[in-house]
């Protein structure tokens, strides 16, 4: 049987599997076991534990407990409402601040977190009611606080990242360097926004209120005093403290990823404790019970993903489909372009944990061979599938918002988040055409390098 029926095989046993309702891990894994069975040698069935082992024994994947470890000790406590409280209070002037409080305060607890779904919960349980308390429609706060959660997986710590660094054999150091530009680039975009649709309800809620007299509470000006802004900082400062201690460790050469992940780990949980109080084991089990619980399904869909792309490879689909791709002689951009498109629609039903490990063995040789930075693409690759939390028909993000906010409709949380995913398409086009965006720090920081 030829390369291109087995090739096509694969694939159609892999939809068929996916949308049967089956997990994603046991979908691949089981997708990968039956080929096994039918196309390799029968003993490899023997190896299908070691196999996964092998594949796992990484260790920049240890890191991805610990930082979920992290992420979960900030996403558990009133870190997230107190961060999003300190910008709301400092930022209240400014048009549209409150919606900008909620874009950097998604942005600096991402970069805490590490995770999308963490950001989105954490900062829109408290910022989704006081933005529609003051007046904003709930479409804009549903989007404004999804889109602003995907920051979780660009800017550092970031798994998707470390996950792109293991299948790419890049350096985990200059993805995360090269996320941070692109990452301030969002956040600004996100804020202009903000600002611009602020203007617009807010004009449409003047013209209602000279019409009828409805009174809008976007029309209500509010003020705190230095004492009120003040007392707030003492319980976010320490976990920026946190943050920029963790990234002066890791790109400073003072620890391993590893490292710094398991002592951001311990430290976030000290200063649960001593912020907030949690000092007993009832405190500290949700916190370890979601730590253990997302990291035994993510670990799963990533040795289940690397199995899948191992029996990939050994019966040459991916070599083949990577040659396929070269032959058809593609300028670079239009074979940038077609590769981006089909990221998109794979996010429509997968997570970027399994795009990245399904596809980087068939994308990355063709990019390296048209001369793509790998770096500079796993930054694009990874905005591109930002789009794909907040975009229909899966979009995660959505649905973490709907559990926030079940009184918005659906529709208007769609409608809400479509400006978003414009503008992180802007910022992909930006990123073609200034790829210094992305390059021009892990350079400065730790040398050239591949």
């Not at 989007?143 to 920051?151: F, H, S, Y």
């Not at 705190?224 to 201690?245: E, M």
């Not at 992940?261 to 000290?270: K, S, V, Y």
């Not at 789009?387 to 649905?399: D, E, K, Q, T, Y």
Request: proline share 6%; with cysteine; hydrophobic share 55%.
């Amino acid at each position: 049987m030829s390369v291109l029926v087995i090739g096509l095989l694969y694939g159609g046993a892999t939809l068929v599997a996916m949308f049967s309702g089956l997990p994603i891990a046991f979908a691949l894994g089981s997708v990968a076991v039956i080929f096994m069975y039918f196309f390799m040698p029968h003993a490899s069935l023997d190896t299908v534990t070691q196999n996964v082992y092998e594949e796992m024994a990484s260790i920049t994947l240890l890191s991805i407990p610990l930082f979920i470890l992290k992420g979960a000790a900030i996403g558990k406590s009133r870190a997230g409402a107190d961060l999003y409280s300190v910008f709301h209070a400092f930022m209240h002037k400014v048009p549209g601040g409150l919606g900008i409080a909620n874009v950097f305060a998604c942005a600096i607890f991402a970069a805490m977190a590490g995770s999308s779904p963490a950001t989105c919960s954490a900062i829109g349980s408290a910022g989704i009611p006081e933005m529609r308390r003051r007046g904003y429609s709930g479409g804009f706060a549903a989007g404004i606080i999804a889109a602003g959660g995907t920051l979780g997986i660009l800017l550092p710590p970031s798994i998707t990242m470390i996950l792109y660094a293991v299948a790419s054999e890049q350096s985990l150091g200059r993805l995360f360097l090269a996320g941070i530009f692109p990452g301030l680039l969002l956040v600004s975009l996100f804020a202009v926004y903000a600002v611009v649709q602020f203007q617009r309800e807010r004009s449409t809620a003047l013209k209602l209120y000279e019409a009828s007299g409805t009174q809008s509470e976007l029309l209500t000006q509010h003020s705190y005093t230095w004492a009120q802004k003040a007392s707030l900082l003492p319980r976010v400062l320490p976990f920026v403290l946190l943050l920029t201690g963790v990234m002066v460790a890791l790109y400073g050469g003072y620890a391993t990823p590893s490292e710094t992940a398991g002592l951001g780990g311990l430290l976030a949980l000290a200063l649960v404790a001593a912020i907030y109080g949690a000092w007993r084991l009832t405190d500290f089990k949700p916190i370890l019970y979601s730590t253990i619980r997302e990291s035994t399904m993510l670990m799963l869909i990533i040795g289940m993903s690397l199995l899948y792309s191992y029996v990939m490879s050994y019966l040459h689909i991916s070599q083949s489909a990577a040659q396929s791709i070269v032959a058809l002689g593609l300028s670079k951009w239009v074979l940038l372009a077609v590769i981006l498109l089909m990221v998109v629609v794979l996010g429509f039903f997968l997570p970027p944990v399994s795009i990245i490990l399904m596809t980087a063995p068939i994308l990355l040789p063709p990019l390296k061979a048209a001369g793509f930075d790998l770096i500079w693409f796993g930054i694009v690759m990874t905005i591109v599938m930002e789009m794909g939390l907040i975009h229909p028909p899966v979009g995660l993000n959505i649905f973490v918002i709907r559990n926030i906010a079940p009184d918005i409709p659906l529709r208007d949380v769609i409608f809400g988040v479509l400006p978003f995913v414009g503008l992180m398409l802007l910022a992909i086009i930006v990123l073609c055409f200034i790829p210094q965006i992305a390059t021009w720090l892990p350079v400065a920081v730790m040398g050239a390098g591949r």
